[in-house]
């Protein structure tokens, strides 16, 4: 079975710098997918960036950017010029790229709380 | 907004019984997720259903259920409810089974 670990429980950075968020995974499948979705207070899932493993090159969305280390099973996010409105839990996740039955469901880290200072 | 749409918001009730919260996938999406967010168990997977069939069963309990019907939108049954069923409840979709999944705003279950 799969496991994701995302080893920093809180994190804070000062608003406009960059901070890294971790995230390190178990699987000897060699084609998936790893997403990393927000949570903010209101408690809404929100997709933020997605990354296919066959991928070599890493995903971007705007500020936000992955560095995907697949020979090291390691898939951290960087949020750039950190924003008040980036305060949220961060969830990394696995998906298994085979459609099998029972394979498509999401398996969630236990997340990181991130804190913007003013 | 993610398109999904999940009702009720809040739900308070006491433990026993039962009740059933509700889904709408968003448009054009056959696949539907049930996860659960508790404080000691994380975010788990619970069930799915894809175009009206169960395709997959995760952690879910026998005291629990769902089901997909024909309109697409998806309920989760909880019953003989206990103190530790508290929990924010998700529904997500996707356009096929394997695809991202968008989630819903989610369900909070307080169990007294």
């Known amino acids: 079975a799969q496991t994701v670990t995302q080893s920093q429980p809180e994190m804070s950075v000062q608003e406009a710098e960059t901070v890294t968020l971790s995230c390190t995974y178990d699987?000897?499948?060699?084609?998936?997918?790893l997403f990393w979705y927000k949570q903010p207070p209101s408690r809404q899932m929100i997709l933020v960036i997605r990354?296919?493993?066959?991928?070599?090159q890493n995903a971007t969305e705007n500020r936000f950017s992955v560095n995907f280390q697949k020979a090291a099973k390691s898939f951290s996010l960087k949020i750039s010029d950190s924003q008040l409105g980036d305060a949220a839990m961060y969830f990394c996740?696995?998906?298994?790229?085979?459609?099998?039955?029972?394979?498509?469901?999401?398996?969630f880290g236990t997340g990181t709380r991130l804190t913007i200072i003013p | 907004d993610s398109g999904v749409t999940q009702t009720p918001k809040h739900l308070i009730t006491a433990t026993g019984q039962r009740v059933t919260l509700r889904c709408s996938p968003r448009?054009?999406?056959?696949?539907v997720y049930w996860y659960q967010q508790s404080l000691d168990q994380g975010l788990q997977f619970l069930i799915q259903?894809?175009?009206?069939?169960?395709?997959a069963k995760g952690n879910i309990l026998e005291r629990f259920s769902a089901q997909q019907f024909p309109d697409l939108h998806s309920e989760l049954n909880l019953s003989s409810l206990e103190l530790g069923d508290s929990a924010l409840y998700f529904c997500?979709?996707?356009?096929?089974?394997?695809?991202?999944?968008?989630f819903g705003p989610g369900t909070r279950l307080t169990v007294l």
């Open positions: 699987t000897s499948e060699s084609d998936y997918y």
């Open positions: 997500a979709s996707s356009v096929a089974a394997p695809d991202t999944q968008y």
């Open positions: 259903y894809y175009n009206g069939e169960e395709r």
């Open positions: 990354q296919e493993a066959y991928k070599q």
């Open positions: 996740a696995y998906r298994s790229a085979t459609s099998n039955f029972g394979n498509e469901k999401l398996t």
């Open positions: 448009s054009g999406d056959l696949s």
